[in-house]
């Protein structure tokens, strides 16, 4: 390289691509993905205070939990997620679970640490724990998504990362099925991987970490497990993206 060419770029660096529409940017609060971009997220700032779904209409609940909520408490504390599962958001976030982009991982990364510096900072977290992949499924999209999650995120809040959950079942997707039928087919999905000592876990408090809620019963299921087999005190849960219970 030229050392004029070397000057140019010091008095006038290229500017970072945005990793979501592919344009080059000036500024953006997350780094790699740019400002226009983030404008079109619906990122969720009234929830139900339990799965911390979006809730259409939101007037009728009015800080109370949703109806599912209310008819079927989960069994984490809370649950809370960055952005509405729709629109162009859906697009990027389909993109890094489908279209072999892990890269996407770390601004996804980055919106997880704002929320988790708003809403779980204080729980006194233990351990971050991601929602295990069949191996059958990783094999074919080549890398769990909540686990790349779960590890950038890990790094910016300085909270060990245990990769510790096996899926023992290759469930069927579950928005496809009854709210009954999705429980029979997660019942007994979940183990602790071998030679992992349960004792580790007992009385601690753990965020489960995942890409999307969509209809909560794979977070409830898990939290289920992490609290009677893993023996844990707390579990909180929090994910790129959740589905809205929409009322009628």
Known sequence: MKVLDILKDLVYPEKPVCLACGRRYDHSEIEGVCD???ARFSFITDACPVCGRE???ATLIEGQPCPECKEERPPYNYARSV???SGYAREVLLEYKYGHRPD???PF?????????????????DFLIPVPMHGDRKTYRGYNQAARLAKELSKKIKVEYKDVLFRVKN?????????????????????????IDPA???NKNILIIDDIITTGTTSSEISHFVLKEMGAKNVYVLTAASVPVKLD
């Open 83 to 85: 952005f509405t599962y």
């Open 171 to 195: 469930s069927l997707p579950l928005y496809t099925l009854t709210k009954k039928a999705r429980k029979l087919e997660l019942e007994g999905a979940f183990e602790l991987k071998d030679k």
């Open 36 to 38: 226009r971009c983030l």
């Open 109 to 125: 990364s980055q919106m997880l640490f704002l929320y988790y510096d708003e809403y779980f900072k204080d729980r006194d977290i």
């Open 104 to 106: 996407l991982a770390e």
């Open 200 to 202: 580790i876990f007992e």
């Open 55 to 57: 809730v259409v209409p």
